[in-house]
């Protein structure tokens, strides 16, 4: 059973960085691709970055330049670095196995003051 359990988020202000965190059980990330994904009132969450299996990354065009996934296959957590934190990423981010999704965890709240 798959369980993802998402930490890190808070009330933050504009221009600092944030890393979050999740820890996965059930699921290998030596053999499965990750993401993150983020979800804002009103709209569907939406995924933000992903990491392959094999380490490669790929971000959504609005976060490449500040946004860094990262894994750590031996303890099971992904990792979401957050340089130069705008309002516009605040949200609820939520990590998940793009191809292989579990249950979703309970998300990690981002609040970005000006």
């Known amino acids: 059973q798959v369980q ?10 504009a221009g600092t960085s944030l890393t979050l965190s999740c820890a996965a059980s059930g699921i290998a990330f030596s053999r499965n691709a990750m993401a993150w994904y983020r979800q804002v009132p009103g709209k569907q969450r939406e995924w933000v970055a992903v990491l392959s299996s094999g380490g490669g990354t790929t971000y959504a065009d609005s976060v490449k330049d500040r946004f860094a996934i990262s894994g750590d296959n031996d303890k099971n957590i992904l990792y979401l670095q957050i340089r130069n934190v705008k309002p516009e990423d605040t949200g609820v981010y939520y990590c998940n196995a793009p191809y292989r999704p579990g ?12």
């Open 103 to 114: 249950p979703w965890g309970q998300g990690t709240q981002v609040t970005v003051s000006s």
């Open 4 to 13: 993802l359990v998402e930490s890190g988020g808070g009330l933050v202000q």
